[in-house]
C-alpha cells in the first residue's frame, strides 16, 4: 500500500490517498480540491471509498467534488457526526468566525462506520475504532497488516486535538488515545489530520500530554 499526502492551504489538513493494487481510498478530502482531483486522475484507478475521520469543515471542504468527480463512491461517517455533514453550524463553516468562507453543505454519507469490525474495501484491510475528544464523533483507522494508524485530529505528533471546540472534552480525548491507540504496538507509525507522521512509541515518550506514558 503506498500512501500520498496532500496538505490543503486551509488549516494544513492532511488528506491521504491509499492506493493498492486495485484501487484508491480518500481520507479527509480538504481544501485543495483540484489538486486532490489530479492526483486521484494521475493514479488512474478508481476510488473505492471515501473515509472521514470526523466532519469538521477542514476535513470535508471538498468531499462533494471529489464524491463526483469518482463517480460516487461509499462515504463512510460516524454515526454520532453524520448530521454534521450538511449542517454548517455543526461542521463549524457556518460560525460568525468563518463568514469570509461559504457554508459547507455535503450530501449525506452512504455508510456509517461499524467499531471494531474488519473492513475489506477493494482488498484495503482496516478496522475503525472510536477516538472521541476533539469531536464526539472522532475516529482512527487502524491498517494492522501495514502497522499505520490514520489518527484524524486525535493524536498529532508530539501534540494533541483541540478539545475547545463544541462537544470537545480534554479527558475523554486523553483516555481515547491511551486506550485507543496506545495499545497498539510501539512501531505503529500515526498519519494525523495536520502535521508530520509519527510513531506510538515516539508519542509514548515525547509527547507533554502523557508523561512519558
Known amino acids: 500500500m503506498t500512501i500520498i499526502t496532500i496538505t490543503n492551504p486551509i488549516a ?5 490517498l491509499l492506493v493498492n493494487q486495485q484501487a ?9 480540491g483540484k489538486g486532490i482531483r489530479d492526483h486521484i486522475k494521475s493514479l488512474n484507478k478508481p476510488v473505492a471509498a ?8 477542514d476535513h470535508i471542504m471538498s468531499l462533494e467534488e ?5 463517480q460516487f463512491p461509499s462515504v463512510y461517517v460516524a454515526k454520532e457526526e453524520a448530521s454534521w455533514l450538511y449542517t454548517p453550524e455543526l461542521n463549524l463553516s457556518g460560525l460568525i468566525r468563518h463568514a469570509d468562507m461559504p457554508n459547507i ?5 452512504d455508510k456509517i462506520f461499524q467499531y471494531q469490525t474488519p473492513y475489506n474495501i477493494a482488498n484495503f484491510h482496516f478496522c475503525v475504532v472510536p477516538t472521541p475528544g476533539h ?8 491498517f494492522p497488516e501495514q502497522g499505520i494508524i490514520f489518527s484524524g485530529d486525535a493524536l498529532f505528533r508530539e501534540s494533541i486535538g483541540r478539545t475547545d471546540l463544541p462537544t470537545g472534552n ?7 488515545i491511551k486506550t485507543q491507540l496506545f495499545s497498539l504496538p510501539n512501531h505503529y507509525h500515526v ?23
Open 12 to 16: 494544513e489538513e492532511n488528506t491521504y
Open 24 to 32: 484508491i481510498l480518500v481520507i479527509d478530502p480538504g481544501s485543495n
Open 50 to 57: 471515501i473515509l472521514l475521520t470526523h466532519t469538521h469543515y
Open 66 to 70: 471529489v464524491r463526483h468527480f469518482c
Open 105 to 109: 453543505i455535503c450530501q449525506p454519507a
Open 135 to 142: 469531536s464526539t464523533g472522532s475516529v482512527s483507522f487502524i
Open 170 to 176: 480534554f479527558s475523554q480525548l486523553i483516555t481515547s
Open 191 to 213: 498519519y494525523p489530520g495536520h502535521g508530520p507522521s509519527t510513531t506510538i512509541s515516539h508519542e509514548k515518550n515525547a509527547n507533554p500530554f502523557f508523561n512519558n506514558f
